[in-house]
């Protein structure tokens, strides 16, 4: 079957950096995406990567290893508004989209 | 620009009803679909339309239909609601197959 994991939850400092880990297992590969959810609002893209390596927006960068079916999202200069729910997604080779459950990010002052 | 709106925002349905969730979308894109999200469970695919006149099932279709006569609407139709479609529905859009999704603001359902 078709899987991604993400850690449930995690707890970082307002100004430090945490990151993300998102571990797949698809029916064949064609790009991942990052999701930024807030709480009862919908989810919005951050970033894709379909080649291995590091994709840098701004505070956020998400790197992709494609052999290890690994990824991850870097959030740096952490905000109190960063507090949110992060969505891993992988494309599969049917183009469609699987979801992992979701990290969500608790940001303390 | 609008991008997504869904209707209504949200819902107490008796169990046994009928019911419509609606979804337009104006930034002319080809695919659409619709997720629940569900607490500790990812985004599921209810159904997907890659382009107007074309439905497709998904992860959990069951319960659910679909119809896309132009490109812009994509109702999602409960036949006859039952408990365990209490959720969060989020219709979502995107260019092609190979390109991001959009999701709309959501319609959180209760039925009871």
């Known amino acids: 079957g078709q899987n991604i994991d993400q850690p449930t939850e995690m707890t970082a400092t307002e100004g430090a950096i945490v990151q993300i880990n998102c571990t797949y297992q698809t029916s064949g590969f064609n790009g991942l995406f990052w999701y930024q959810q807030h709480a009862g609002e919908a989810p919005t893209f951050l970033s894709y990567?379909?080649l291995d390596g590091l994709e840098e927006k701004g505070r956020f960068s998400s790197f992709l290893s494609r052999s290890k079916g690994y990824s991850y999202l870097l959030l740096k200069e952490l905000q109190m508004k960063d507090s949110a729910s992060y969505l891993c997604a992988v494309r599969d080779s049917n183009y469609q989209l699987i979801w992992g459950a979701g990290t969500k990010l608790i940001i303390k002052p | 620009i609008a991008g997504i709106t869904q209707a209504p925002t949200s819902q107490i349905l008796a169990a046994g009803r009928r019911m419509t969730l609606r979804c337009t979308q104006d930034m002319r894109h080809n695919a659409m679909y619709w997720y629940r999200q569900d607490l500790g469970l990812g985004l599921r695919l209810i159904h997907y339309?890659?382009?107007?006149?074309?439905?497709g099932k998904g992860e959990v279709p069951d319960g659910y239909s679909v119809s896309r006569a132009n490109t812009d609407d994509f109702p999602l139709t409960l036949a006859s609601a039952v408990p365990s479609q209490t959720s969060v529905y989020f219709c979502?859009?995107?260019?092609?197959?190979?390109?991001?999704?959009?999701f709309g603001p959501g319609t959180r359902l209760t039925v009871l």
């Open positions: 339309s890659n382009t107007a006149g074309t439905t």
């Open positions: 979502a859009s995107s260019d092609s197959t190979e390109s991001h999704v959009y």
């Open positions: 990567n379909v």
